[in-house]
């Protein structure tokens, strides 16, 4: 049902896509090493106490009263590293799985089309149902591994410039730890599933892009939401996500199953 040649030739053909490549290579490096890199090191180079204001400050206590207790002995510096760590840089990082998960995805059928290739492709014996699992599939595993790759790099970062300030290793926290092992893989396969639906129905990769980008709004709600101090990302609103958009997936994914008119997926890309 699941055909490996199709799924290996998607992996390749994102390799030969400097496009594809640079949106896989720069999103990352900017959310999970220029980020962690300029807070957790400027506070090592900068007086951070003394540059808070008592905007900051108000903020800072918001977040405090919240927290483990502990964290109240923290000096400014060390809650402000803290405080972004494990709560603000979270949310910047589901960015990660996200935008390379939407632009690896909504590549997938219309990529097909711009290449010339999906005449051959829906003429092939696979059924309609097994081509979209295919190309769920091709389309999960680069942004997985990005993800995963910038989860340590990310991890690096935060140790090596975060000891010096906490005399301690600080990552990952029991966030991280929930948030890369269970939001960011059903919000990749969300951002998958719903970018191939897209893909499958719109005729240029343009398009494909400017209906999924819509995805990224939740996150940033995400982040004004805890700047704001309304809520923060802790555990088990973490869990409760993830639960939500497991249960989103499968209904995805029953839809899909259910997939059998190959003639309607024809006239939608070829004419």
Known sequence: MISKSIIRKDIIDITRSK???????????IFSVV??????????IFDLEKVAGSDLNMMLDKFVSVMNPAVASYSVEQQIVYIFINYLLPTFFLLVPIITA???????????????TLESLLLSPISIKGLYLSKIIASIIPPLFVSIISFIICGVIINALGYP??????????NWIVLISCLSPMIILLVVLVNILISSKVKTYQEAQNIAGIIVLPIVALTIGQISGVFLLGIEL??????????INTIILIKISRFKDRSELFEKQIF
């Open 102 to 116: 939407m632009t690896v995805a909504a590549n997938s059928f219309v990529g097909e089309k711009e290449r010339r």
């Open 19 to 29: 496009t594809l490549l640079i949106t896989l290579i720069i999103i990352p490096i």
């Open 35 to 44: 980020f962690p890199f300029v807070i957790v090191g400027g506070a090592l």
């Open 238 to 247: 973490i869990l409760i996500i993830s639960a939500v958009l497991l249960i």
């Open 165 to 174: 300030l906490f005399q301690a290793l600080i990552f990952p926290s029991t």
